[in-house]
């Protein structure tokens, strides 16, 4: 396993998560790396990576100003913090690794690794 996604869990609407992805090799870049959802019954969709530079975050617009994405790149860690959670936010959340080495991509095709996927179930 390349990616391994932990810290889901039960929370309130308005509470906060952290979500942490470890990445077992050093040949997955902490730039590439990304984090999407899939909620019951819908697709796969995007809800955080790192732009091209590798210092800013992109973001769905249904997350902006909610979730921020962050890295420690010595540990080959990615985090996802959640805060003022909704309802609509439950979902399984899988971390990811793109093809490219870098960061700026946010289609689901564009990424090779996918982790086991953490439930996040939001109550309201």
């Known amino acids: 396993v390349q990616l391994q996604a932990s810290g889901g869990g039960l929370v309130q609407a308005g509470g906060s998560l952290r979500l942490s992805c470890a990445a077992s090799?050093?040949?997955?870049?902490?730039?590439?790396m990304a984090w999407f959802r899939q909620g019951p019954g819908k697709e796969r969709e995007f809800v955080a990576a790192?732009?091209?530079?590798?210092?800013?975050?992109l973001y769905a617009d249904s997350v902006k100003g909610r979730f921020t994405i962050s890295k420690d790149s010595p540990k080959n860690m990615v985090y996802l913090q959640m805060n003022s959670l909704k309802s609509e936010d439950t979902a399984v959340y899988y971390c990811?690794?793109?093809?490219?080495?870098?960061?700026?991509?946010?289609?689901?095709?564009?990424?090779?690794?996918w982790g086991q996927g953490t439930l996040v179930t939001v109550s309201s």
């Open positions: 790192f732009d091209r530079s590798g210092r800013s975050g």
């Open positions: 990811a690794s793109n093809r490219y080495k870098s960061g700026g991509y946010s289609a689901v095709p564009d990424f090779g690794s």
């Open positions: 090799t050093r040949t997955i870049s902490t730039n590439s």
